[in-house]
């Protein structure tokens, strides 16, 4: 096949594109260049996307023997990833813009022009596995699993996707980039928001978004305990950070329990107050064979870090609701919940809806 290998500047990337090449398949390296000021992209590894990075990518696809481009997709990036990144925020809700990057960009916009140039698939260096069945599961390093930003994705688009290190541990990449002579062989992860500069979330968005004061209040007595400069600094679950100026009455801290944007008021509570035993999500997405006509046995992801949770699950065309089996914390509208079947091969990627509550 001829395919077009994602290269972000990684090891993971660049370990991708090598195994695609051995696999026999005609590779073509490209590296995405996201930002329309490259003077804003940040230095040394803390996130993807550096200007490191691209020069990384090239140097891989050297050492591999591939054709190798830059594509501009900053516009479409910026649109996609931060313009909805910035917004969701000012909506009160949490997102997660790698997610949002798989969906909008590497797997919608760089796999259209792919198509188009005559390329039968992206390959990308997520750790997930998309084996012959056409099933997604997660990747054999549960450490490392990507399968959860994946989810999103649909069934067009996984058909047109591949992810050769789904069988491998981060530790055996770096083995096998070090043997094939690749320098990203002991590069650091990347971790943080690739379009904040500095890892400041919070002046990111108030740099966009503005000063709006507003009052953090407690749930249990309604009473006013601290203010804000801007509801969209939070997110539910939210411990450091709060300078509330009442303490508790039983001394214990307190969470952020939700944002509200039409009254500008972020809301505060005991931890307990964060359970939840139900789920709901719009936009679902299922990949995994034929919508099921009523309520089955799930395992339920809500987090990308966060653990599974067994759960009822109902799909509709237009919405996703899961019942829990015993309460989660922390679930914040916006972020993905994801749907697992539990397989002794690897659980199966069912489907994704995002949080509305």
Known sequence: MRVLAAMSGGVDSAVAAARAVAAGHEVTGVHLALSRNPQTYRTGARGCCTIEDARDARRAADVIGIP????????QFHAEVVDDFVAEYAAGRTPNPCLRCNEKIKFAAVL???????????????????????????????????SYVLAVLNRAQLDRAMFPLGDATKAQVRVEAAQRGLAVADKPDSHDICFIADGDTRRFLADRLGSAPGDVVDATTGAVVGNHDGAYAYTVGQRRGLA?????????????????PTSNTVTVGPAE????????????????????????E????????????????????????????????????GQAMVVYRPDPAGDVVLGSATITT
């Open 244 to 260: 509330l100026g009442v303490p508790a009455p039983d001394g214990r801290p307190r969470y952020v329990l939700s944002i509200t």
């Open 68 to 75: 190798f481009y830059v594509w501009d997709m900053a516009e």
């Open 112 to 146: 259209d022009r792919a198509v188009a140039l005559g390329f039968d698939a992206v390959v990308t260096g997520h750790h997930a596995r998309l084996g012959p069945d056409g099933l997604l599961r997660r990747s054999v390093d549960l450490a490392k699993d990507q």
């Open 298 to 333: 799930v395992l339920l992801q809500v987090r990308a870090h966060g653990s599974v949770v067994p759960a009822v699950v109902e799909v509709t065309d237009d919405g996703m609701r899961a019942e829990l089996h015993q309460p989660v914390r922390g679930v914040a509208a």
């Open 273 to 296: 107050a964060l359970d939840v035993t139900t789920v709901a999500g719009k936009r679902p997405v299922w990949i995994g064979g034929e919508l099921p006509a009523g309520p089955i």
